[in-house]
């Protein structure tokens, strides 16, 4: 008994001094930032004609989707150069709106799942030597290279800069994210069935992954931004790429954009003899005009490679500017940006006219086709655009509204038409709304 009125006499006493030398909420958030994200989307995509559509990818799959994601994320700075980030992620949430019974497999579940768990999207350790130039990042992050949008791996990442015009980087990738949530990883399900998808896709994410990059902010003030970047992914590609954007300001509301864009890597010899693979591609120029609330964009995109299946991006759209080539043209097959099949060529042009209360409202329009592909196969049906081939065009509206510096809404409406030997027209109609709180 004496023992147990012991234990209990210094359980208490340890928890007076712990309570004593705990800091007061205020100093403990000091030097914390939290930053957030709510996003809510509504999208519903529909083709005219079980046809080659049937294969096509989409942005917005599905029929009556809602979309809900919620990050929350915080930043404490912990003391001589060194900052902590963590951030939960809920982005599982997919409700069809048109078939809630759970019958429909857009609808696998019946109702709004909302007994799914945050998932930890990042976390990761900060370093700054802010009187050298030096910082570096250590754990699970958003990747951030030109070949990937918001993909995430478990990475280390070195930043030097010895100007404020001049960063030279350096990363390591050990492992990447599941493809889930808004990741759209490159995959051969467009192209094989499922079974044999999953294997292939095994060996694009199975190794490390290094690369560097040169990166260049308004060199000089004189307006030219570039990023020179090579990575090489173990035993199955060699990237390399360069970024060029140059904006002319020739007045407070006129300026004008210039970018070009060059992605290209070397498959690794294994990977081509069995996968069927071949070197990849993709070149993007365009330039845009902004004066006195009116914007015109004109431009030019090829990306693939004749008679083969080429990557061209990790995930996604990459992160080169490439938003401006319509809504869901880029994500059809045979031209979809991160795995083509054949070559795609296109123009696309856009206009649009943002009103003094920040509505904007645009159009834009892209034309081309992609070139018939599998010739090493004896089904006609594959020799002439089941895989992607054919005449393509796309047609979009966009709406844009900034409420507030935190609160944004948008909207687009896309047509997408297919056209190839076999299939004839198919057409797709896809529409997306979008509310987004940011702090």
Known sequence: MKVLKLSLVAALAVGSFSALSAKPLEEAIKNVDFTGELRYRFQDSRQQEVGLLERQKSSANGQQNHKIRVRLGLKADVGDGFKIFGQAEYANDTAAGYANDGSNSYSPSPGTPTNRPFNLRQAYLQYDVSDYGFSTVLGRQQLGTIWTDDFVGTAAKFFYSPTDDFTVAA?????FQENIGDSDAASFNLYVDSATAATLDQRLYKYNMYGAALLGKNIGGSGLDFGIWGAHLDRTATFYAADINYLLDMGEDLNWRLRATYMGNKINDTVVKNLGVGDGQLINVYGTLNAYGFDGTLGGIMLGKKDKI???????????????????????????????????????????????????????????????????????????????????????????????????????????????????????QTIRLQARYAF
């Open 310 to 428: 080429s990557l061209n991006t990790i995930e996604d759209r990459g992160n080169a500017g490439l938003d401006v080539v319509g809504r869901e043209i880029l994500y059809s097959a045979g031209s979809w940006a991160a795995m083509s099949n054949g070559v795609s060529t296109f123009g696309y042009a856009s206009v649009g006219y943002t009103l003094p209360s920040d509505l904007r409202i645009g159009l834009r329009a892209v034309y081309g086709g992609t070139s018939d592909t599998s010739t090493n196969s004896s089904n006609t049906a594959l020799t002439t655009g089941y895989l992607g081939g054919g005449e393509k065009m796309e047609g979009v509206v966009d709406i844009d509204y900034k409420y507030s510096k935190n609160l944004t809404f948008f909207g687009w409406y896309s047509m997408l038409k297919v056209d190839n030997k076999v299939y004839q027209d198919d057409t797709r």
């Open 171 to 175: 990363f390591a990738v050990d492992s």
